[in-house]
């Protein structure tokens, strides 16, 4: 490892933040199983998942890299791109697809004024296409930082713009 990415680990995080993953370390009986817990923090903290940052959860949980990378790059919760304060995902599995997704994909790309999986310049926006949210009944599901919001329309689109 180069100095300048060993000084990336050892930076990435906060005194207060690494305070919190390593009460993740002592929550469950093993603690590996805080490892999702604590990567979804530093999601919320950083608005993405990089290599530095996993490497320091790697030391702080005493796991190899590879073990916390794997986790980062296996579940869609976890990013390798920076998100906006809001992630705005709109459902594409086939029920979606059908109800209209990639319409509304259109429209969240004109409204937000950014392509999927870029932020606005302000930092509060990005929106990506998602694998099945399990709302098939609201299709196109449309979800804002891990929460359904409903079914995804023009106007439902346009309001994001209003939220706080």
Not at 33 to 49: F, K, N, P, T
Request: a positive charge; aromatic letters at 10%; glycine letters at 6%.
């Amino acid at each position: 490892m180069t100095p300048a990415a060993a000084l990336a680990v050892k930076n990435a995080f906060t005194p207060e933040q690494e305070k919190a993953l390593v009460a993740w370390t002592k929550k469950y009986p093993y603690t590996n199983l805080g490892l999702i817990e604590a990567l979804r923090s530093v999601q919320d903290w950083h608005r993405q998942m990089t290599p530095a940052a996993a490497a320091r959860v790697a030391e702080i949980f005493n796991l190899p890299f590879s073990h916390v990378w794997g986790v980062a790059t296996f579940f869609p919760t976890y990013t390798h791109w920076k998100t906006g304060e809001k992630r705005v995902g709109i459902c594409r599995g086939l029920t979606c697809y059908l109800a209209g997704s990639d319409k509304m994909e259109k429209c969240l790309e004109k409204t937000l004024g950014v392509p999927k999986k870029k932020a606005t310049a302000d930092g509060k926006f990005s929106w990506e296409p998602m694998e099945c949210l399990g709302a098939c009944e609201q299709g196109p599901a449309l979800q804002v930082n891990d929460r359904l919001v409903g079914k995804a329309t023009e106007e439902s689109i346009l309001k994001l713009k209003d939220m706080k």
